[in-house]
């Protein structure tokens, strides 16, 4: 029951994450760069104005343990930090345009790949023990993606690719966990902002005049970024990258019923039997903690 707060912190996540499409839809005909830029300058705007007004104390004793590390510690949590904003901003633009421009469906792919390239990095490079069970369900799921693939190859490359810098995204963060979840995302935001600004003026469109644009931006910052991401730092304090990583797919299974209720994608059998047995596939990873769960809730009553 201790860790159950963390993995309800992840499903909350990824659960809106899912949601995503029906406020990024709104803004199909904006360049996916410019939605990119103005979601990255507010959220760090945002998340450097609660840092200074609300969270100073935070910062000062951070920064104070930062100070009393050794220098080879100071030099891999910058490294470490500056790969995750690259990864994130990566990650945002491949998102947005996939999003935007190919396929609602390639986007929900992209996060059915993510838990499979998550568990085997976190098995290699993080040591994270693995069940033979955990090991069929990470199985599962890679059959049901190559039958995804089976329909649409080009969707498959375009969902490996956002797959891929999110779960290079969580392995880092994973290692990252002795200063304040809040302050560590405030420092993605505004190297971010600070990697995009050069590109700004030559790869942006016209500025918006459009209020219904501002709108749905913030609200792309602040309950599509910041939030659900705070929440996955959090999860990733609790329990393990790799079960993190599996609870991702209630992401994908969210989008992948918008996309064929909402959007009027057409659904195929063999994309149903993909989503299916990917389902099933999160279920037996996390069937130890789910039955464990039943357990206790069974004792306590």
Known sequence: MKNLKYYLAAIFAFATWGTFSLVLKPLHSYASLDIL????????????????????????????????????????????NVLSSILLTGNWFSFIYVMNHISVRAT???????????????????????????????????????????SNLLDMLYSSLIGSTYACYLIVQSTNKKFD??????????????????????????????????FYIEIIAVMYTIVPLLLNLYALSGIAS??????????????????????????????????????LAVIIFNAKEIFRLKTKEAVFR
């Open 37 to 80: 830029f103005y979601r990255v300058f507010s959220c760090a705007l945002i998340m450097s104005l609660v840092t200074v007004l609300f969270r100073r104390a935070k910062l000062k004793e951070n920064l104070e343990y930062f100070k009393s590390i050794s220098q080879k510690s100071k030099y891999r949590i910058i490294g470490l």
């Open 108 to 150: 929900s792919v992209a996060y059915l790949v993510c838990p499979i390239i998550t568990t085997i990095l976190a098995f290699f490079i993080l040591r994270e023990k693995l069940t033979k069970l955990q090991w069929i369900s990470v199985f599962l799921s890679g059959v049901g993606c190559v039958l995804l693939s089976y």
């Open 181 to 214: 979840k809040f302050l560590i995302l405030n420092f993605h935001m505004i190297l971010s902002a600070l990697i995009l600004l050069p590109f700004f003026p030559k790869y942006s469109g016209s500025i918006p005049t459009d209020f219904t644009f501002y």
């Open 242 to 279: 790799s079960k993190v990583g599996m609870i991702l797919n209630i992401n994908p299974i969210i989008a992948f019923i918008l996309a064929g209720a909402v959007y009027h994608e057409a659904l195929g059998g063999l994309q149903i039997l993909s989503y299916a047995i990917i389902f």
